[in-house]
């Protein structure tokens, strides 16, 4: 009988210790085991490394300040609601990491979580994305306008946090501290503030579903996320350390606003209120709006810091375009650079770019739509037109005109 022995620890084969064998070498289960350990590192260890980066980052989390000075550099204007925001998250990670209760003081310090309330493309899912960019703890982005009562078609409140944990790569101690952020949370709205007599699958029962979990209790989910069924494995996930960032549109929340300010008031002894006098904005909303609007006093109430955004203006457009560190045009200028094409725009053609949008009412997410249009007979005749400047001028974006070309000190028209 041959005796084999491993090629890296010479122990002999045996039916506790099998060896693999290779091209004339042999390797045994302990050095397997030992080799995977060295390369991958033991699940407990790497766990306890996972949280305790995560401890780590957030003791040197920066300040409020410093907090929406990050944000300013990808999001322009909207400074309150960015001070807001910043507040929130660094009270929200203080509260889980550097608060002690002692015998003399049990106080305990309740999350605060948030509601951002704006116009479509005014920066709402662009701030939760940043914060989460410069915070070391998982984030999921969510919509509302799948979420539907348990048994219907549709998913089920559950499954945001399901996401949570596959954005903490399975570990759930690490995605209960971590950040959901809700998406359209206006379109669970119910249709008026009167308690609707038929089934509302997904309005009035997903916000009753949700307050439980944004309030913080255990909640079994399904692992793979899906429907729940009998027998199944489930995984336990406390949302008490969970911030929840909501985020809504709110459209016609205006007209709500006007008639609280009495825009159209009939009889005599009143002065009528210009237009610009009479707009609202949504820096006016308080939570009886919200609930008018069809949201749910027991949900209002636990969205205790509601921020607004503002429409944003045409100068703000132009920053937009500009400004951020991963704003439009310097996306446009680096990929016409790989091509050796310098472009430019003048000032007037952003002003175009930006009077374009505001008519569209799409917001800062319009402005790509209208490059693209603008851009691509430009690009699909880029590669020809290397070492050339492009110029784009206020025409090429109103008319469609060709772009100007200059190649060294000699003007090209195409």
Known sequence: MIHRHCSFCDASESEQNPLIAGNGVYICKNCVVSAYKIMFGDEKELAKEKNS????????????????????????????????LSVAVYNHYKRIFKTTSTKDDDTEIAKSNILLIGPTGSGKTLMAQTIARVLNVPIAIADATSLTEAGYVGEDVENILTKLIQAADGDVERAQKGIIFLDEIDKVSRMSENRSITRDVSGEGVQQALLKIIEGSSVNIPPKGGRKHPNQEFTAIDTTNILFICGGAFDGLEEILKRKQGENVLGFGHDKKTKDEAKPTFDMVEPDDLVHYGLIPELIGRLPIIASLNEITEDDM????????????KQYKKLFAIDNVE?????????????????????????RAILEECMIDIMYELPDYSGYEVVITKEVIENGEKPVYIKKNTQKTA
């Open 318 to 329: 132009v920053r937009i375009l500009t400004e951020p560190k991963n704003s439009l045009v």
């Open 53 to 84: 980066e995560l401890v780590d980052a957030v003791h040197k989390l920066m300040t409020p300040k410093e907090l929406d000075a990050f944000l300013g550099e990808y999001i322009i204007g909207q400074e309150r609601a960015r001070k807001l």
């Open 343 to 367: 472009l430019n725009f003048e000032e007037d053609a952003l002003r175009a770019i930006a009077q374009k949008a505001i008519k569209r009412k799409t917001g800062a997410r319009g402005l």
